[in-house]
């Protein structure tokens, strides 16, 4: 892989800790996302996920559109459901213990384009998205695309 880009992030104490990138541009208390009496500040793994995979799956639509010559009338946006689940026991591999995975929705809303060229844009950005080719295979990802054509 040609690198273009580094970050350093640390975590300390788990969910229940600490996280900060090492240029200290983010810097967040993490609480479990279900713990009882969770306290009202703070955030979990999972909603960091959502927000950069929304983040990172909306810049690739944007390129994708671009790379099919599509013209797009206002910003893309992605709304990202990520959720924590129990794996089923035949996912288990032995062992005795819990294995946990995620799965992810993205809604993507287009405007400009009608449904088959919003589907063609989102089917691409799929294969551009870093988060997408890191997570395929590996996590269930569902994508819906809401496409606003532009008005005649």
Known sequence: MDIIYST??????????????????LNVTLTH???????PEGTDPEQLFACAYAACFGGAVEYAAKTLGAEL????????????????ESE????????????VELVVHLQ????AQGQQIVERAHQICPYSNATRGQVAVDITVV??????
């Open 8 to 25: 350093q992030a640390s975590a300390t104490a788990g969910r229940n800790g600490k996280a900060a990138t090492s240029d200290g541009r």
């Open 33 to 39: 996302p279900v713990q009882p009496n969770r306290p």
């Open 73 to 88: 009338t206002a910003p893309v946006q992605v709304d990202s459901r990520v959720s924590l689940g129990k794996l089923p």
């Open 92 to 103: 288990l591999g032995g062992g005795g213990f819990m294995r946990f995975g995620i799965a």
């Open 112 to 115: 400009g384009v009608d449904d």
């Open 147 to 152: 496409a606003v054509p532009a008005a005649a």
